[in-house]
Structures are given as C-alpha cells and as structure tokens.
C-alpha cells in the first residue's frame, strides 16, 4: 500500500493502484482455499487470512462502481499472466506448437481460475460454520461446474482467435461478463448463499468491462506480429556487374 502511494502521481491514481492489488490479493485467498482443500490446511489458512486482510486494507470502505472494475482487472491479471508464459514456452516445442500453445494458453486459467473460485466456495462455507466436509463438497461442485464454462468462455472470448477488432472486444465483453454473473451463481448455489440479483447484475457489468478492456489489448498486441507476417520477403542482394 505505502509502494502504491508513493508511486502513484495522485489519489486518483493511488485509489485504483490499490484497487487493482485487492483483486490480486482476492485471488491469492482464493487459491488459499484451494490449497486448503487438497490438504495443505495450516498453509493455506494462513495465505487465505493474509490475503483477505490485505484487500480489506487496500479497498476504501465504500467501494463503489469503478472500485470493482480496477479490481477486476487485479483479478484479471493474476490468471492471464501464467496462461500467457505457458503458451509462450509451448510455441518453442515443435512446430506444431502453435495449437498446442493456443490448448495450454486457455487452458492454464482456465484451470486456475476454477481452483480459485473453488477455494473461495470452500473459505465461505467454514467462514459460516460450517464443517470441512460441506466445504470440501461446495468446493468441488464449483471447480467442476467452471472448468467447461470457464474454458468455452475463454476460448471464444478474450484468448480466443475467432474474433478479431470491434468483434473481438464485443464478443469477450459479453462472455466475460456472462462467466462473472455464472460464477456468482455457481458459488451461491454451491454455498447454499442467497441469490442477489443487483450483485449478478453488478457481476456482469464489471465482467463486461475488464473483458472488453483485456480482449482489446490482446487483439492490439497480436497486430504487429500479423504485419511482420503479411511483409513481402525481402529481395536477394543483386551481384555486382562483370568488370
């Protein structure tokens, strides 16, 4: 936090610096709750706690609209940037590479995305009361439930190639944010919490707008390599004339 003001130019500057790191440090509790399910309890206790304490520092006390956006774009950082150095080190396997990198590209968030939503299903569950054994449940039914919804939404939105410009933005806008109101849905009903129809909605809308964004800078990043591609091979050197 101290690092965020001081590097920050202004408040406004400093508010979503800080927002951004609660959404990474929503994650990291998040993937404490994961560890905690596949028996590294004390461990992931400690990362969970550690984790929630932090985002509570981070966020202000009335976080409002654009507080969650900049701490979506937190959380969504945490899982693109390990999707991106698995599918950077797969295209230089073979060179077939391309497809299996564009596989373990989606797939790596893909996988730790639902981890992390599992861990927060577990982490509710205990934070209510309730028994090892009803988290461990409420955890499984939402990895499993995300896996292929996160995957398909991924796939054709943000780290898709089927889209490309306004198309691209459009399509990772209205998946991502359909994926953020699923997974609301999926944890409540996994955790047995009410159903809220504004928080879904809200879900949707910060989903929308941290993946139009990311889908954005993606498609933008890829387009200096499509022109690299599309140059005309550069002529051979001519010989110089007979003396």
């Given at each position: ?190 955790t047995k919490d009410p159903i809220v129809g ?5 879900s949707f809308g910060v989903g929308a707008i ?34």
């Open positions: 936090r101290q690092a965020i003001e001081t590097v920050a130019t202004g408040p406004l500057e400093a508010r979503i610096g800080k927002d951004f790191m609660a959404g990474v440090a929503g994650t990291v509790s998040g993937a404490g709750g994961a560890a905690r399910m596949v028996g590294f309890n004390k461990i992931g206790g400690m990362i969970s706690k550690a984790a929630d304490k932090a985002a509570m520092e981070l966020l202000p006390p009335d976080p409002n609209f654009a507080d969650q956006v900049a701490a979506g774009f937190g959380s969504m950082a945490t899982f693109l940037v390990p999707g991106f150095g698995v599918q950077a080190g797969a295209m230089k396997l073979a060179s077939y590479a391309p497809r299996l990198a564009t596989f373990l590209g989606t797939a790596t968030p893909t996988v730790l995305e639902a981890m992390t939503e599992a861990g927060d299903a577990y982490n509710r569950v205990l934070e209510k009361g309730g028994e090892s054994k009803d988290a461990m449940t409420a955890g499984n039914k939402t990895f499993w439930a995300n896996i292929p919804m996160i995957h398909l939404t991924n796939r054709f939105g943000i780290l898709g190639d089927k889209f490309k410009g306004a198309w691209k933005v459009i399509t990772s806008a209205l998946l991502e944010g359909s994926q953020e109101a699923s997974q609301d849905l999926i944890r409540a009903y996994a504004r928080d879904i909605a809200t941290v993946g139009g964004g990311t889908g954005a800078l993606i498609d933008l990043a890829k387009q200096p390599k499509k022109a690299e591609a599309q140059l005309p091979p550069a002529a051979p050197p001519t010989s110089p004339p007979p003396p």
